[in-house]
C-alpha cells in the first residue's frame, strides 16, 4: 500500500475513534462522537412538521386546491432527490454526519450537483407538506432548515479529515441541499 493511502486510513480510523487532535476545528458543536445528536434533534424536528400536518390549520378553500397540487408536485420532487441522493451513496450512507470510515466521497450524479441532497430533499417535502396541509408546516422546516445547515457544517468539517481534496469538491459544488437553487 503506497504511503498516501496508508495515511489516509490512519486519519480515517482516527477520525472515526473521535481523535481530536486529526479533526479540523469547527465552531459547530460534535453533539457525540458521530454527531448523535444532530440526528435526535432532527427527528424531533421532523416529528414536530409531520404533528402540525396533522394538527395544523387547513388553508383557506379558496387556495387549497391549487396549494395542494402544488404541495403534491415538490413532495415528489423531494422525494426523489432523497432517494436518488441516497442510492447514489450506496454503502457510504449514513445517517450520522461523520463519514464512515471506509466511505467513498460521492462527486458525481446529483453529487455534482449539491453537497448534501438528502437534506435537500427533506426540506423539500417539508415545503411541500405545508403546502398540501396546514401552512404551520412551514415553522418546524424553518427550523429544520437551520439544523441541517449546521449539521452539514459539522460534517464538512469531518469530511476534510479524510478526503484532503474536499475543499476543492466544496467550491466546484456551489449549492449545498437542493442542485441548481440552494
Given amino acids: 500500500m503506497g504511503l498516501r493511502r496508508q495515511l489516509c486510513a490512519v486519519a480515517r480510523t482516527q477520525t472515526s475513534l473521535g481523535n481530536a487532535a486529526t479533526a479540523p476545528r469547527s465552531r459547530v458543536p460534535a453533539l457525540g462522537p458521530r454527531g448523535e445528536g444532530w440526528v435526535a434533534l432532527q427527528t424531533v424536528v421532523i416529528g414536530a412538521a409531520v404533528a402540525c400536518a396533522g394538527l395544523g390549520p387547513d388553508w383557506p378553500a379558496a387556495v387549497e386546491p391549487a396549494l395542494r397540487i402544488c404541495g403534491y408536485v415538490i413532495e415528489a420532487a423531494g ?71 449546521l ?13 484532503p481534496d474536499y475543499g476543492d469538491y466544496r467550491q466546484a459544488t456551489r449549492r449545498r441541499f437542493v442542485p441548481w437553487l440552494v
Avoid: C, N, Q
Fill in 151 to 163: 449539521k452539514s457544517m459539522r460534517e464538512e468539517a469531518w469530511l476534510a479529515v479524510p478526503y
Fill in 79 to 149: 422525494f426523489a432527490l432523497a432517494i436518488t441522493a441516497r442510492f447514489a451513496l450506496g454503502k457510504s450512507f449514513t445517517v450520522l454526519p461523520r463519514p464512515r470510515v471506509r466511505a467513498t466521497l460521492r462527486r458525481h450524479g446529483v453529487y455534482a450537483h449539491a453537497r448534501h441532497p438528502i437534506y435537500g430533499g427533506l426540506l423539500l417535502i417539508g415545503i411541500g407538506l405545508a403546502l398540501d396541509r396546514s401552512g404551520l408546516v412551514l415553522l418546524p422546516t424553518a427550523v429544520l432548515a437551520v439544523v441541517f445547515l
